[in-house]
C-alpha cells in the first residue's frame, strides 16, 4: 500500500516534471512510439473530445489535478468561472501562462488533494489523468469529496490511461499487477516513486455509486478510459 512518503515524492516528480511534462502528451522524445503509436493517440484523444464537448459543463468548474492546463482551457472557453486545484505551482505557471486571456476567468489553488475536502459546491468536476494516481485506500474519500463539491445531478467528468506499455516512456516499466508503486524517471535520470493504479471499470462504477453517483464508464480502443458521472440528489 502506498504511503505518505510515496505520496509526497509523486508530488515532488510532478513538481519537478512540470516543465517537460507535455512531452508525455504530444508523444515527444521519450515518449515517441513512432507514427503510427501517435497517430493513434491523437484519433483516441478526438474521440475523448468528442464526449467531452457535448457534457455541460459550463456554469461554474472545478477542475482537479490541472496540470499544464490543456484540459483548463477548453473548460475556460465555455463555463463561466473554473476553480483549478493542484499541488504543484509550476504547473499552475505553466497552466496560467498557456491560458492567456482566458485565465481571468480562472482561480488557481494550490491544494495537496489528498487533504482536500470541499467547502462550496460547483456545476461541474473535472479531472484529468489524476485518478490513477489515487492509492486504493483513498479511492472511497476521494469520490466522496468529488460528490461533496457538486450541486445536485451535476457533472463529473474524468480521464486516464488504460495499462498499455506503450503510453509511457521507454524507459519505464508499468507495476507488476497488485503493486500500486510505479518507478518514474525524469529526462535527466532521477527516479521517483509515484501511485500508479489501473482500476477496471466496475471498481469505479462501484465505488462512484457508493459515493452518490450515477457513472458509465467507456474505453477507447488502445490508449484511455474516460467517465462521465452525475451526481444523485
Sequence with gaps: MADRNVLDEQLTYYRERAAEYDEWW?????YNRGKKATDLWRSEIAVVRAAFDELPLDGEVVELAAGT??????LAARADTVTVLDGSPEMLAINRARLGDLASKVEYQVVDLFE??????????????????????????FFESCRQALTGRATMFFLDGQRVDESTAVDHKLPDDGNEVMT???NDGREFQIVKNYYEPEELINTAEAAGFE???????????????????
Aim: aromatic letters at 16%; one cysteine or more.
Design 26 to 30: 504530444e508523444r515527444r522524445g521519450r
Design 69 to 74: 492546463g490543456y484540459w483548463t482551457a477548453l
Design 116 to 141: 482536500w475536502y470541499p467547502t462550496q459546491r460547483w456545476d461541474g468536476l473535472v479531472h484529468c489523468f489524476w485518478i490513477s494516481h489515487v492509492p486504493r485506500h483513498k479511492l472511497d474519500s
Design 184 to 186: 518514474r524517471k525524469l
Design 215 to 233: 457513472l458509465e464508464v467507456h474505453r477507447t480502443d488502445t490508449y484511455f478510459q474516460y467517465g462521465v458521472g452525475t451526481a444523485v440528489q
